[in-house]
DNA sequence: CGAGTTGTCAACCATCAGGTTGTGAACGAT
DNA sequence: ATCGTTCACAACCTGATGGTTGACAACTCG
C-alpha cells in the first residue's frame, strides 16, 4: 500500500476515521481529546486512526503547547474524485458507444456478426 | 467493516483491484483469465479480488457457459463521489465563513477577542 | 463417456489493522 | 520542583487480507 491513492482509500474505508473527518470538515479544527470523545473507545485508538488519515495527507497536526491540534487537508479528497470521475466517466462513454454500435446492428439488413459475439 | 461505503472504499485501497476497475472501464466486460492476464500472481488470487469487488457492488458476473464474465458497475462509484464531495465542500465553506470571520474582525476598530483565540 | 478449459472453494501461511494497556514525553499551572 | 493534562509510542492480542497450492465443479468438445 505504498501509493498516495491507496492510502486515502483505505484510510475512508473505517467508519470511524469518516467521521472524523466528517466532523473536522463541519466544525474545524481540534484537539485529539475533543475528537476522542464521541467515541468508546480510547484516545490511543484515535490518536492512531489520525496517524493513518496523516500518513495519507488528509491532516496535519500542529503543535500548540500540549495541544496537537488536528486539521482537515480537504485538497487531498480532489485525489480521489480525480480517479473516480475519470473511470465513471470512461465507462459511461464506453456505454454509449455501444449502444451506438447496436444501433447500428440494428439498422443494418443482413445479421451483420460482431467481433467476438455469440452465434 | 459492514456498510456498503466502508467496502467501496476498501475495495479500491488496493492498486490491482483499482487497476481492474480501471480495465473494465476502457474495455468492457472480461472473463477473469482475461483479467488475471497481466498480472503476476494466480487466476485464484485475482478470483479472490473480484469476489471482493462484487461484494462491494462494484462489480457482477454472470453465467455464460464455463466462462464468468464480469460487467463493471459504475453506479456506485457515485455513492463515493457524493460523499466525498460533500464534505469537501462543507470544509470550504468552513473555510470561507473563517475568512469572512477574520475580515469583520480586521474591520473591527478595537481589538476584539476571538473565542478560544490565543492572546 | 472421457478429456480439456475456466473458474471457484478450501486450507494454509505471513502480514496488516484495529483495539487494548502501560509507560513516558512535553508542557502549563501551582 | 512537582503535579496534572494531553498525547504518542511500544508491546501485545485477535481477526481480516492477500497470497499460495490442491481439489473439484461446471461446462464444451471429441
Redesign the pocket.
Known amino acids: 500500500?505504498a501509493d498516495q491513492l491507496s492510502r486515502v482509500f483505505?484510510a475512508l474505508?473505517?467508519p470511524?476515521?469518516r467521521d472524523l473527518v466528517a466532523r473536522l470538515a463541519a466544525s474545524g479544527d481540534a484537539?485529539?481529546?475533543?475528537l476522542?470523545a464521541p467515541y468508546?473507545?480510547?484516545?490511543?485508538?484515535?490518536?492512531?486512526?489520525?496517524?493513518?488519515l496523516e500518513e495519507a495527507g488528509l491532516v496535519s497536526?500542529s503543535?500548540d503547547?500540549?495541544?496537537?491540534?488536528v486539521h482537515l487537508e480537504a485538497e487531498v479528497l480532489d485525489l480521489m474524485t480525480a480517479w473516480i470521475e475519470r473511470y465513471r466517466r470512461q465507462a459511461e462513454e464506453r456505454f454509449s458507444r455501444l449502444d451506438a454500435v447496436l444501433e447500428e446492428m440494428a439498422a443494418t439488413e443482413s445479421p451483420a456478426r460482431a467481433e467476438g459475439e455469440a452465434s
Chains 1, 2 share one sequence.
Not at 484537539?31 to 475533543?34: A, R
Open positions: 500500500m483505505q474505508a473505517d470511524t476515521r484537539t485529539v481529546g475533543e476522542a468508546a473507545v480510547s484516545v490511543q485508538a484515535v490518536s492512531k486512526h489520525l496517524k493513518v497536526r503543535r503547547a500540549q495541544r496537537r491540534p
